[in-house]
């Protein structure tokens, strides 16, 4: 029946896109006053290789099949030049229904977790994930609500742009837009437009909410397996659920003491370098405000030994659970107290792009130092994996992140041939080449993580490359990630945008990673897939 | 004779003489200047009137094409008498009178100033470009003088538009529609809204020429994205483009150096824009003849007509011009086009239609611009765009779209055209 339903929705939205009118766009009502946009989306995920033991935890190979609703209000109450005044609304609704369709799949994830998965219920406004009141008046722009903020300049790659989480439970950058994967939170956000020497802005920020990332859930197609099966079926899950429920629980209450604060400046200056002048786009930032994920509480820890049992601390819940795990027995319930803290670092951070002539594309750069950055810490010397590891306490460290892209449009004379032009091609690869290094300061042997375990330094590279055919209507991209430590991946995807309404996407994402505890991109090992996305917007 | 009279006798005589003196040059300049030119002179004018005995007012299908085809390009021709190349069974215009441009009296002063003093350096950039304005060869004799004079044509300085088409596979008969809101203005060249020719140096320190801020409209993809480009008088510099991708909420600096990258999928390249959207100097020009044709001047864009996978215009009306040809070559060998053919108007040097070569030399393309008159903030008349059709006679593809004015020669912020713009008039 399930089965019907989902197929059922397949060709509805084919349906729609045969017969809805070929024109049209975003509508209005109230006098023009309030702009109506939204979409509904169909976004499929079918593993191609998974791994035998990925294999015990699933009946058929989907991995995702999720119904997506999103509608957009924008109301300009006062609409004048020098003062306006508008309210935005962003909101969204999802259903997930590989649970419902496969079996296996369903019992591998805690029903606590599922529930927060299936459905936009993960927290109780998370069907909001933008609305906030928007005041113009002369220089001053002032925004209060749920928002979302975008500090990045560069592709793929977030250093400074640590304001909003991400949900990455159900894809991955790139897939899935930005404003979709982000986590709206509450704050108070201003913007001065001054005409100082280089049109500086400036923009302050107080943010009375926090929300960590939403890592992939155990058992899902993006999560970790859980534990091996047992004759006690459901549940078997693992630590990684665990984990997950536990930092749920500790998520910090709200006070205004838990705020965050950022301020930016940008600037737009023209700087002459062997005669050839360069209009320089520039961002100087500072952000303070907790890290995305949490250290354990010293208060709660326990003693970091394998021998430890007391569900009451932090290690014993964990070596407990890995105990009843292999013998099969129910497992305990979380104890009321929160295990886990969330603690405040800083970040400075800059951008810099710009147009260089020479090269005939655009250089853009950004750097973010981490100050005390929260970790947890283990005994370097004790014989398991980082994983694995019992808790010994906490640390900070800094961090430097740094990315750097060149955008170049790549004139391609083969597309552009004379007897190419039935192919309606634009002849040019808007291409995109990158470089991510990370260099963790100080010691890190101590240094509990779970990806990159003492690690230092991270260097990657990312290309990116698209092009347009049949006037645009079809659009072939191709991206690559490939970090040294021989972990990556590389999607292809053809996007088909027929006319106003439907839109269509199939792509194909391969992972490959020599260790797969490297970083979190590399554990989709293993999880190689074919996607379809395809939707109807208004 | 009285001392006193005799020392104003010298006196007046001397200041009669330094006057003579200093004006002798002006005169004998502006002399050399005729301005507004017009399409006919009396002669052509009456013959013109003749034809228009005949022909104003009548309705011109693919089944009486043939009769007018004297006064028709290539492409409108071809088109006209294929019209299923295009998604319909019959394409139509209507015949007008010619009607002359009303020359801005901004624009006139301008001319007669600065055109006797007009000319080209060694590398046929404008000299003094960015200090002077008007049409700086109002009688001129090669191709690069007709495309100065194209390059001068600033429609009232500043513009409002609204500009909504559609990308039409008129094969699928598959549409997709897009739309934006666009402001223009140039800050040289200027020569209706003070302060005229240019924004004064403190006021416009990074050299800029013109610049434009757009905001799109459709598709729903791109609500709210919004544009910045700047086009600088250096001719040598590339004009830097900012874009803010309201789906990714992000201002990104974009590389202008691909210009013949099609727009959004329609059927024009960048450099299409406006007819030409970059400096002159990137082309060689060649002069080619007149060309009496028909082409849309006063076009009531309300009567523009077609239906859903038409990719050209019906219901235009056109009128005759004694246009200037000009065969325009890149002088970047890879050029996508092999070469273009500007059709300019002899009046005010709008471009009314171009048609564009590949390299092998076929007929690819045609660019028709359809202009009406519309009145000033200043209270003069500029032409401007009322609607427009790329037709790809290759693929059988179109991309027409219509303008809604919004306003000529409105005094729009400078501010306007800062990036810090692009987030703010997002929506």
């Known amino acids: 029946m399930k089965k019907k339903i989902f197929f059922g929705v397949i060709f509805i939205l084919i349906a729609v896109g045969a017969v809805l009118p070929r024109q049209g766009f975003a509508f209005y009502l109230l006098g023009d006053k309030l702009r109506v946009k939204g979409s509904l989306y169909e976004f499929i995920i079918y593993g191609t290789n998974f791994k035998k033991s990925t294999n015990e935890y699933r009946d058929t190979n989907l991995g995702l099949v999720r119904t997506k609703a999103t509608l957009e209000l924008l109301y300009k109450a006062i609409d004048c030049p020098e003062n306006a005044l508008n309210f935005f609304g962003f909101y969204r609704y999802w259903y997930e229904a590989t649970p419902d369709i496969d079996k296996r799949y369903r019992q591998s994830i805690t029903p606590y977790l599922r529930r927060r998965f299936q459905k936009c219920n993960y927290y109780s406004d998370d069907w909001i994930n933008e609305m906030y009141a928007d005041w113009y008046h002369g220089p001053w722009n002032i925004r209060l609500g749920k928002q979302i903020v975008f500090w990045s300049e560069v592709e793929l790659i977030r250093t400074v742009d640590q304001i909003n989480q991400l949900d990455l439970r159900y894809s991955s950058p790139g897939i899935d837009p930005w404003d979709e994967m982000k986590l709206g939170l509450w704050m108070l956000r201003g913007f001065y437009n001054s005409q100082l020497p280089g049109q500086l802005i400036f923009e302050f920020m107080w943010i009375p909410d926090f929300r960590p990332v939403r890592t992939p859930t155990e058992g899902t197609f993006w999560g970790g397996n859980p534990g091996p099966p047992t004759p006690n079926e459901p549940p078997y899950y693992g630590q990684n659920a665990a984990i997950e429920e536990q930092w749920i629980k500790s998520r910090p209450k709200r006070d205004l003491k838990h705020s965050s604060f950022a301020a930016r400046i940008r600037g737009n200056s023209e700087v002459r370098i062997f005669k050839t002048p360069y209009l320089l786009d520039w961002t100087l930032s500072y952000y303070r405000g907790m890290n995305n994920t949490p250290v354990a509480r010293r208060k709660y820890l326990g003693v970091p030994s394998t021998t430890n049992t007391d569900p009451n601390t932090l290690n014993g819940y964990g070596n407990r659970l890995a105990n009843q795990r292999l013998a099969g027995d129910p497992y305990t319930d979380l104890p009321s107290h929160r295990f886990w803290n969330y603690k405040f670092y800083h970040i400075i951070g800059g951008s810099l792009q710009s147009f260089v002539p020479k090269l005939k594309g655009v250089v853009r750069g950004e750097v973010a130092y981490e100050i005390n950055k929260p970790e947890s810490t283990a005994d370097a010397k004790e014989n398991a994996p980082s994983y694995a590891k019992q808790i010994t306490g906490s640390c900070t460290r800094n961090t430097v992140n740094a990315g750097l892209t060149y955008d170049v449009p790549i004139p391609v004379e083969l597309l552009r041939h004379p007897k190419m032009q039935w192919l309606g091609a634009n002849g040019t690869l808007d291409t995109s080449f990158g470089y991510f290094g990370q260099w963790r300061l100080g010691d890190v042997k101590n240094v509990r993580t779970t990806f990159g375990y003492q690690q230092k330094v991270q260097t990657g590279f990312t290309i990116s490359s698209r092009t347009g055919l049949r006037n645009n209507a079809l659009t072939p991209v191709v991206r690559t990630l490939w970090n040294t430590r021989k972990w990556g991946y590389t999607a292809f995807a053809l996007a088909y945008t027929p006319g106003a309404h439907m839109r269509y996407e199939l792509g194909y994402l391969m992972f490959y990673a020599k260790n797969v505890w490297d970083s979190r991109e590399a554990q989709s090992e293993g999880k190689d897939n074919v996607y379809l996305k395809m939707g109807y917007e208004f | ?427």
Not at chain 2, 116 to 144: C, R, W
Not at chain 2, 190 to 214: E, K
Not at chain 2, 318 to 339: L, P, Q, T
Request: aromatic content about 14%; glycine content about 6%.
């Open chain 2, 1 to 427: 004779m009285d001392m006193k009279v005799k020392r104003s006798f010298v006196s007046t005589g001397l200041r009669v003489l330094i006057i003579l003196a200093f004006s002798f040059p002006v005169l004998s300049r502006a002399g050399e200047v005729t301005f507004p030119t017009f399409s006919y002179n009396e002669q052509e004018l009456a013959k013109v009137r003749e034809w228009e005995k005949t022909w104003a007012g009548k309705k011109v299908t693919t089944e009486t094409i043939d009769q007018v085809k004297d006064f028709l390009s290539e492409p409108v021709y071809k088109a006209m008498k294929n019209p299923k190349t295009f998604g319909t069974d019959s394409l139509w215009f209507e015949v007008v009178p010619y009607r002359p441009y009303a020359a801005s009296k901004g624009m006139t002063e301008q001319t007669k100033k600065y055109a006797p003093d007009s000319k080209l350096d060694a590398n046929e950039a404008l000299v003094n470009f960015g200090k002077v304005s008007g049409y700086p060869f109002p009688q001129p004799k090669t191709g690069i003088e007709m495309a100065w004079n194209f390059d001068g044509n600033t429609r009232g300085d500043t513009h409002h538009v609204m500009n909504e088409g559609e990308v039409v596979d008129c094969k699928t008969r598959l549409e997709r529609h897009a739309g934006h809101l666009r402001w223009d203005t140039y800050w040289a060249s200027r020569t209706d809204l003070p302060p005229v020719p240019a924004i004064p140096a403190d006021q416009n320190q990074r050299g800029i020429f013109r610049s434009y801020f757009q905001r799109h409209i459709a598709p729903v993809d791109f609500v709210d994205t919004t544009m910045l480009e700047i086009r600088y008088l250096d001719l040598t510099r590339d004009e830097d483009l900012w874009v803010y991708t309201a789906m990714f909420r992000r201002i990104r600096r974009y590389a202008t150096s691909q210009r013949s990258d099609t727009i959004d999928g329609t059927d024009m390249i960048y450099d299409d824009q406006d007819g030409w959207y970059t400096s002159p100097t990137w082309n060689t020009y060649k002069y080619i003849g007149r060309a009496d044709l028909l082409v849309g001047r006063h076009v009531d864009n309300k009567k523009a007509e077609r239906k859903t996978g038409q990719g050209f215009w019906n219901g235009i009306q056109r009128e005759r011009a004694n246009n200037w040809a000009v065969e325009v070559v890149s002088k970047d060998k890879n050029y996508i086009y092999g070469k273009q053919i500007w059709y300019l108007d002899p009046e005010t040097w709008q471009m009314n239609f171009k048609v564009m070569y590949n390299r092998q030399g076929e007929l690819w393309k045609t660019y028709e611009m359809f202009y009406d008159e519309y009145p000033t903030a200043l209270g003069q008349k500029a032409a401007y765009m009322a609607c427009e059709h790329t037709v790809d006679f290759i693929r059988s593809h179109g991309s027409p779209g219509k303008y809604t004015m919004k306003g000529l020669s409105l005094d729009i912020p400078l501010t306007l055209y800062q990036t810090g713009s692009l987030k703010v008039k997002a929506y």
